[in-house]
């Protein structure tokens, strides 16, 4: 709310809102709740009204606050990413890996533990993580160990 707050009385008082400051309101719904896709969604479709340009970062953001959102919708922004041909980076495929599993790994550091956490997750979310991951690899994006220590608990999972 403070964010909005913010945005807002920028827009009225007629200053300058940059990608930066849209990315920051995205960034702070993070960790909301329920609903926080919902807020970041508010200030994703403020973009096009400052006429700023959407990025990596801003993409990376978006997807995190995008945890509690339906697999549709984040299928939808990374589609919307490669329709602008912004390319991923290693820290947007971590983000987008955890949240279509909805999982944040930070007290997971076995691949065994990382496995048993996505043992009841939807299929759907798992087929989609796995096939990110593939696609990832063959753009040529270098993924991290907490991608690769998924990739593998997910072949654990369903070989």
Known sequence: ETAAAMLD???????EVSSIALTSAIRSCWGWGAKQHKAAKYFWDLFPAFASERSIVSFTALIGSYMTAP???????????ETLEIQPNNIFAETYVATLLQ???????????????????PAS?????????GEFEARGVELSGLCK???????????
């Open 9 to 15: 009385l920028l827009n009225t008082s007629k200053l």
């Open 71 to 81: 697999l549709e919708d984040i299928l939808s922004a990374k589609a919307e990413m």
């Open 103 to 121: 999982q944040r790994f930070t007290d997971l550091r076995s691949v065994d533990a990382i496995a048993d956490a996505l043992r009841d997750k």
């Open 125 to 133: 979310r798992l087929e989609a993580a796995k096939a990110a991951l």
């Open 149 to 159: 220590k998924v990739k593998t608990a997910l072949q654990m999972l369903n070989p």
